[in-house]
């Protein structure tokens, strides 16, 4: 969430910023701050009643003892002016809940380093990592259809089961992803992330927190039975909410988070949209990466945990490339982002496995989460950080078609042997 005073003190500058997003948020804005410049006049009322109220309080006592029409006539005022401070305080509070609900609807601001843009088409290509790519002389398939004839991914079974856009692994199939997920977890506790399992249901105000609600509740699993609690979409959701409404010492800062869960999504505006395969399921595997720390430290933060993501697909000798969001393509909360593309050989195209985002103070500042420097009094929002680290479907349909053999087996790669416990995925005879 911006801060309400860095919009009252930066009207331009922010409307600016906002503007590179979606030309409409400038006229949220405008609506923010003439409901403000309301809030200020009517609390200003509300004071003076306050005032006006404990004056009365405090001398009401002594009218009793002047004599009993004088206390009937202070009463009478007293009574008239709590009736008048009940009314403007529920409309004070009415008009403070107005802001709020803009407020959240309102994205971060872009970076004055994120490119101007609002389609993919300007997004800016960083690094084009082609040292891995291979040369084929034989007709390519999809990772769908390797998958289907190795009997290792089994859509209709997952459509059966759950309806569509669901898979089910089968053998090796299994395999490869557990060993996917074992692969990234161990590379990234040795660059110095600790592993977390957490919950996969969370409360309603952890959504608010990271900026999955109220925007995007669509997209959410939400329980009928227990409205205030949904499935999660990514594990960034549990992990930055971990030290929501709490201050943090200077000393504990910055902390990195690593986990690997079940992410569920509704993915109810992409109707028709990459429905084939792995890429766009409603249940799926991601190792997320999740870093916390102080403000002047979260540019360098992101910058290395885009390495850290980059180095899976390095280990895994998969091509890949770097490009940097646009405005208008970034998420809701982020303000500068990465997005780690890996090439899909049997489609012919760049597929995003990871995006890796700076948040800054947004989710902090809607979650309450606060650090306090040695010496100091004063708080200050901590910055919080994201990225997927990656996302297991994806990287899995990555990996068999940069690896397949014109038999329809799939070599796996060297890296990842020892944690799939043979070098081959062997064609059906």
């Given at each position: 969430?911006?801060?309400?005073?860095l919009?009252?003190?930066?009207?331009?500058?922010?409307?600016?910023?906002?503007?590179?997003?979606n030309?409409?948020?400038?006229?949220?804005?405008?609506?923010?701050?003439?409901?403000?410049?309301?809030?200020?006049?009517?609390?200003?009322?509300?004071?003076?009643?306050?005032?006006?109220?404990?004056?009365?309080?405090?001398?009401?006592?002594?009218?009793?003892?002047k004599?009993?029409?004088?206390?009937?006539?202070?009463?009478?005022?007293?009574n008239?002016?709590?009736?008048?401070?009940?009314?403007?305080?529920e409309?004070?509070?009415?008009?403070?809940?107005?802001?709020?609900?803009?407020l959240?609807?309102?994205?971060?601001?872009?970076?004055?380093?994120t490119?101007?843009?609002?389609?993919?088409?300007?997004?800016?290509?960083?690094?084009v990592?082609?040292?891995?790519?291979?040369?084929?002389?034989?007709?390519?398939?999809?990772?769908?259809?390797?998958?289907?004839?190795?009997?290792?991914?089994?859509?209709?079974?997952g459509?059966?089961?759950?309806?569509?856009?669901?898979?089910?692994?089968?053998?090796?199939?299994?395999?490869?992803?557990?060993?996917?997920?074992?692969?990234?977890?161990?590379?990234?506790?040795?660059?110095?992330?600790?592993?977390?399992?957490?919950?996969?249901?969370?409360?309603?105000?952890?959504l608010?927190?990271?900026?999955?609600?109220?925007?995007?509740?669509?997209?959410?699993y939400?329980?009928?039975h227990?409205?205030?609690?949904?499935?999660?979409?990514?594990?960034?959701?549990?992990?930055?909410n971990?030290?929501?409404?709490?201050?943090?010492?200077?000393?504990?800062?910055?902390?990195?988070?690593?986990?690997?869960?079940?992410?569920?999504?509704?993915?109810?505006?992409?109707?028709g949209?990459?429905?084939?395969?792995?890429?766009r399921?409603h249940q799926?595997?991601?190792?997320?990466?999740?870093?916390?720390?102080?403000?002047?430290?979260?540019?360098?933060?992101l910058?290395?945990?885009?390495t850290?993501?980059?180095?899976?697909?390095?280990t895994?000798e998969?091509?890949?490339?770097?490009?940097?969001?646009?405005?208008?393509?970034?998420?809701?909360?982020?303000?500068?982002?990465?997005?780690?593309d890996?090439?899909m050989?049997?489609?012919?195209r760049?597929r995003?496995?990871?995006?890796?985002?700076?948040?800054?103070?947004?989710?902090?500042?809607?979650?309450?989460m606060?650090?306090k420097?040695?010496?100091?009094?004063?708080?200050?929002?901590?910055?919080?950080?994201?990225?997927?680290?990656?996302?297991?479907?994806?990287?899995?349909?990555?990996?068999?078609?940069?690896?397949?053999?014109?038999?329809?087996?799939?070599?796996?790669p060297?890296a990842l042997?020892?944690?799939?416990?043979?070098?081959k995925i062997?064609?059906?005879?």
């Open positions: 969430m911006i801060d309400i005073k919009i009252e003190q930066n009207a331009k500058k922010i409307k600016n910023l906002l503007s590179l997003r030309p409409k948020l400038v006229n949220a804005i405008d609506d923010i701050l003439k409901k403000q410049e309301i809030y200020k006049n009517k609390l200003i009322e509300v004071e003076e009643l306050r005032t006006q109220r404990n004056e009365i309080s405090k001398n009401i006592a002594k009218t009793r003892k004599s009993e029409a004088t206390f009937k006539k202070a009463m009478k005022e007293a008239k002016i709590k009736e008048m401070l009940q009314k403007k305080e409309s004070l509070s009415s008009l403070k809940k107005e802001i709020e609900s803009i959240l609807n309102i994205p971060n601001t872009p970076d004055e380093t490119p101007k843009g609002k389609t993919e088409e300007e997004n800016k290509i960083v690094k990592y082609k040292k891995t790519k291979k040369k084929f002389s034989f007709k390519l398939k999809d990772h769908h259809t390797l998958g289907e004839n190795l009997g290792i991914l089994d859509f209709e079974a459509s059966r089961l759950s309806g569509s856009r669901f898979v089910l692994l089968k053998g090796d199939g299994a395999k490869l992803e557990r060993a996917l997920i074992n692969f990234m977890l161990d590379l990234h506790s040795k660059n110095g992330y600790t592993e977390i399992l957490p919950p996969l249901i969370v409360n309603k105000d952890v608010y927190g990271t900026g999955q609600l109220p925007k995007f509740e669509e997209d959410m939400k329980f009928t227990t409205p205030e609690q949904y499935l999660i979409s990514t594990s960034e959701i549990p992990l930055t971990m030290y929501r409404k709490t201050i943090l010492a200077d000393k504990d800062l910055p902390q990195s988070f690593t986990s690997a869960t079940p992410c569920f999504r509704r993915e109810s505006g992409s109707y949209k990459d429905t084939r395969g792995l890429i399921n799926f595997n991601k190792v997320e990466l999740v870093w916390i720390g102080k403000p002047e430290d979260s540019m360098k933060a910058d290395k945990l885009t850290h993501a980059e180095e899976v697909l390095k895994l998969i091509p890949y490339r770097i490009t940097q969001l646009c405005a208008g393509e970034m998420g809701f909360s982020a303000s500068k982002t990465f997005d780690l890996v090439w050989p049997g489609e012919n760049f995003e496995v990871s995006s890796c985002s700076n948040c800054t103070d947004f989710q902090a500042r809607r979650m309450g606060r650090f420097r040695e010496n100091e009094k004063k708080t200050e929002f901590v910055h919080t950080l994201n990225g997927s680290g990656v996302a297991v479907g994806r990287l899995f349909a990555a990996v068999i078609e940069n690896n397949q053999q014109e038999d329809g087996s799939v070599i796996i060297k042997v020892k944690y799939f416990g043979k070098k062997y064609a059906k005879k």
